[in-house]
Antibody, heavy 118, light 110 residues
Framework: QVQVVQSGAEVKKPGASVKVSCKGS????????IHWLRQAPGQRLEWMGW????????IYSQNFQGRVTITRDTSASTAYMELSSLRSEDTAVYYC???????????WGQGTLVTVSS | QSVLTQPPSVSAAPGQKVTISCSGS????????VSWYQQFPGTAPKLLIY???KRPSGIPDRFSGSKSGTSATLGITRLQTGDEADYYC???????????FGGGTKLTVL
């Protein structure tokens, strides 16, 4: 069965970077793009960007341009999202999700809480 | 400020029907498929409706989706207390070149 599993919670200081992993299993990893989203406490879902797991091409939201880097390791069927220059407003649950061609997410990771605090 | 507009909350009694609206523009809902997600506190969103009105396997037919022009609607019939959750609509926005979501609607089953 299809599963998307993320790495565990992180606590970071302001100015640091965080890297979250997202492992896909039960399907051909390189056949579906992986997107990253986040949700601050009590807030809406916010899209961050995505990676074409086949060729590694990426597109990022303007809101995170310059601070976010999405990569993948096809041998490990894993995608990564690194966010730099962290600030308190980046405290949120970060999700990865498998994306389907008609614009929907069919499988989601369980979420990774990133807390930014001095 | 969300690109897609949803009511912050809706409520209805068990057994009744409720609808949740999602209003956008020609760059998003007007020209792209809309999907809907259900989210319980502390858990990841779950796909409820895709391609405007299709249900994934395992989603009961109490949940339905529709779209007209730049507005989409999620309908839930025969409400159950277990349906209490936040509901989000989402789609692609070709002007922003980004996936966009509504602000979410909290459903209360009284």
């Amino acid at each position: 069965q299809v599963q998307v599993v993320q790495s565990g919670a992180e606590v970071k200081k302001p100015g640091a970077s965080v890297k979250v992993s997202c492992k896909g299993s039960g399907y051909t990893f390189t056949s579906y793009s992986i997107h990253w989203l986040r949700q601050a406490p009590g807030q809406r879902l916010e899209w961050m960007g995505w990676i074409n797991t086949g060729n590694g091409n990426t597109i990022y939201s303007q809101n995170f341009q310059g601070r976010v880097t999405i990569t993948r390791d096809t041998s490990a069927s894993t995608a990564y999202m690194e966010l730099s220059s962290l600030r308190s407003e980046d405290t949120a649950v970060y999700y990865c999700a498998r994306f389907r061609r008609t614009n929907y997410f069919d499988y989601w990771g369980q979420g990774t809480l990133v807390t930014v605090s001095s | 400020q969300s690109v897609l507009t949803q009511p912050p909350s809706v409520s209805a009694a068990p057994g009744q029907k409720v609808t949740i609206s999602c209003s956008g523009s020609s760059s998003n809902t007007g020209n792209h498929y809309v999907s809907w997600y259900q989210q319980f506190p502390g858990t990841a969103p779950k796909l409820l409706i895709y391609d405007n009105n299709k249900r994934p396997s395992g989603i009961p037919d109490r949940f339905s989706g529709s779209k007209s022009g730049t507005s989409a609607t999620l309908g839930i019939t025969r409400l159950q207390t277990g349906d209490e959750a936040d509901y989000y609509c989402g789609t692609w926005d070709s002007s922003l070149s980004a996936v966009v979501f509504g602000g979410g609607t909290k459903l209360t089953v009284l």
